[in-house]
């Protein structure tokens, strides 16, 4: 699975607009890019998913270039219950038991009144 | 829906003790998994499961042991706990799709060993 990097922490004030970065050079041709949320003392809970171009769903959008070798997160006007950890994965494309999730350190969100 | 489950919340246990953290899903997943967070890191899978009868090894296996008996439970066993394994437990679930990939993931069980 690829490896993947994105900031240790980012600070941004209500209603602005955050996008996370995150790399992931060595991502191969079936891998999806996959972003999950974490609340301090909870499990964390999918966002979204991508393969390539853009994705949206009613809480996020996902920036996906044609090399694929990067992704944005892209979290529109932030409140304060938007301070978490933000994990950027890679998952094979096919599925079932060996599609593992892996998770780094992940990015601490902070935003501030 | 519940979804997933976790019991208890809390625990403290003094080393050599033994416990179970039980975990159940009400969504019929066929994939479970047992994590472990340690304090400012990423999660890290310990064990996970296909199907009721069928459990495999994650990254980090050793000091548990877990069985499938059922498609709704994925009990964690811990023998002759250790301060190492002080951490929070999640377990997850999912249907195995790939999209989306989503894993369903417990309130976890915040575990101490002293």
């Known amino acids: 699975l690829a490896k993947t990097t994105q900031p240790i922490s980012m600070d941004s004030y209500e209603g602005q607009e955050v996008n996370i970065t995150c790399s992931h050079n060595n991502i191969a041709t079936n891998d999806y890019i996959t972003w999950y949320q974490q609340f301090p003392s909870q499990g964390p809970r999918f966002i979204i998913q991508?393969?390539?171009t853009k994705v949206t769903n009613e809480v996020a959008s996902l920036f996906i270039p044609a090399d694929r070798k990067s992704s944005t997160l892209s979290l529109p006007r932030v409140s304060l219950s938007d301070t978490a950890v933000y994990y950027c994965?890679?998952?094979?494309?096919?599925?079932?038991?060996?599609?593992?999730?892996?998770f780094g350190t992940g990015t601490l969100l902070a935003v501030q009144p | 829906n519940a979804g997933v489950t976790q019991t208890p919340k809390f625990r403290i246990l003094k080393i050599g003790q033994s416990m179970t953290l039980q975990c159940t899903q009400d969504m019929n997943h066929n994939y479970m998994y047992w994590y472990r967070q340690d304090p400012g890191m990423g999660l890290k899978l310990i064990y996970y499961?296909?199907?009721?009868?069928?459990?495999d090894k994650g990254e980090v296996p050793n000091g548990y042991n877990v069985s499938r008996s059922t498609t709704e439970d994925f009990p964690l066993r811990l023998e002759l706990a250790a301060p190492s394994q002080t951490s929070v437990y999640f377990c997850a679930s999912s249907t195995g799709l790939a999209d989306p990939y989503e894993q369903y993931f417990g309130p976890g069980t915040r575990l101490t060993v002293t």
């Open positions: 991508g393969y390539k």
């Open positions: 499961s296909v199907g009721a009868g069928i459990t």
């Open positions: 994965l890679v998952v094979l494309n096919y599925g079932g038991a060996t599609n593992k999730l892996i």
